[in-house]
C-alpha cells in the first residue's frame, strides 16, 4: 500500500536546474516489484485524473484535491535515497497516478532528473492525454505502461466515460517512435470479457510491433471499500472479481497472437 509522502533526507540531487520550482500534486509514493515495470520500482502516484474507470481501484488518486503539493526537486531527493538499491536490483522509477500527464509538466521533471540518475523510467499512462507528453519527456522515459482499457469505442466510452482514440493515436506515436511499451489490460467480467473483444484488442496491440508485453490484470473489488470511505455509490455492483481462469483464458488469446502474456 501506497505510503505518506514525507520528502526528506538525504540532498536533493543536482540534476535539473528547474526541478525546484516546477510543482505537481502528489498522492502518494510506494516501493514495489510487479506491473509496475521491471525490478524494484520507485512508484510515485500523481493525483488527478481526466477518466473515471468504473473499474477502478484507486478512487482517492481521481481528484487532485487529494494530492500535496511537491516540487520535483523533493521528488527526486528522495528517489535518491533509494538510488543505490533500485540500481542494484536492475529496478528504477515508475511515475503513475491518477494520470502523470495532466501535470505533464511536473512528469517530465521528474523522469528527467529520474534519467539524470542513471535510473530506468517508466511511464503509467492511460494515453488519453498523450498529446501533453513532450519528446523531452518520451526521451526521458525508457518504457511506457499503457493502459488500454477497451478497444471497441462505446464500451470504452462506457467504462471510462472518455474517448477512445486519443490513447490509439499515442499508441500508433510510440510505434513511430519505437518506445518500448507495456500494454495492461484489465479484465473485467461481463464487460471486457468477451473472446471477441479481446481478440480485437490482441491483433491491434501486436500489430503496433512495439509492445513487449501484456499484463492481463483481472478485475478485483479491494476499491469497493474506498468507494464507500468517499461516500460514492460502486461504479460496478453485483460484479464479481475475475477468476484465475478468465484471466489465463484472455492471457492465451494475446499469446496467440505473437505477444508475451506472463
Not at 15 to 38: E, I
Not at 46 to 56: K, Y
Not at 184 to 207: E, I, N, Q, S
Not at 212 to 219: A, F, K, P, T
Amino acid at each position: 500500500m501506497a505510503g505518506a509522502v514525507t520528502l526528506t533526507g538525504a540532498a536533493a540531487p543536482p540534476v535539473l536546474d528547474d526541478a525546484g520550482r516546477v510543482t505537481g500534486a502528489v498522492h502518494s509514493w510506494d516501493l514495489s516489484t510487479g506491473v509496475d515495470g521491471p525490478g524494484l520500482r520507485f512508484v510515485l502516484f500523481t493525483a488527478g485524473c481526466p477518466l473515471a474507470c468504473r473499474f477502478c481501484h484507486n478512487p482517492d488518486t481521481q481528484s487532485m484535491r487529494n494530492g500535496e503539493r511537491h516540487t520535483a526537486a523533493e521528488v527526486l531527493e528522495r528517489i535518491a535515497h533509494y538510488r543505490a538499491m533500485l540500481d542494484g536490483v536492475h529496478g528504477g522509477v515508475t511515475v503513475s497516478g491518477g494520470e502523470p500527464l495532466l501535470q505533464p509538466a511536473f512528469t517530465e521533471a521528474v523522469l528527467t532528473g529520474s534519467s539524470a540518475l542513471g535510473l530506468h523510467t517508466a511511464l503509467d499512462t492511460s494515453g488519453v492525454l498523450g498529446h501533453r507528453a513532450s519528446d523531452t519527456l518520451l526521451d526521458a522515459t525508457d518504457l511506457v505502461l499503457l493502459d488500454i482499457k477497451a478497444i471497441d469505442p462505446r464500451l470504452y466510452r462506457s467504462l471510462t466515460h472518455g474517448r477512445l482514440a486519443p490513447t490509439l493515436l499515442f499508441a500508433d506515436r510510440l510505434a513511430a517512435l519505437d518506445k518500448r511499451v507495456w500494454v495492461r489490460f484489465v479484465l473485467v467480467p461481463g464487460h471486457t470479457d468477451d473472446p471477441a473483444h479481446v481478440t480485437r484488442l490482441a491483433r491491434h496491440v501486436a500489430a503496433l510491433g512495439n509492445v513487449e508485453r501484456v499484463d492481463v490484470l483481472g478485475y478485483h473489488l479491494l476499491g469497493r471499500e474506498k468507494y464507500a470511505d468517499l461516500g460514492r455509490r460502486d461504479p460496478l455492483p453485483g460484479v464479481p472479481g475475475a477468476t484465475p481462469e478468465q484471466v489465463a483464458a484472455a492471457r492465451e488469446i494475446f499469446t496467440a497472437e505473437g505477444l508475451y502474456a506472463p
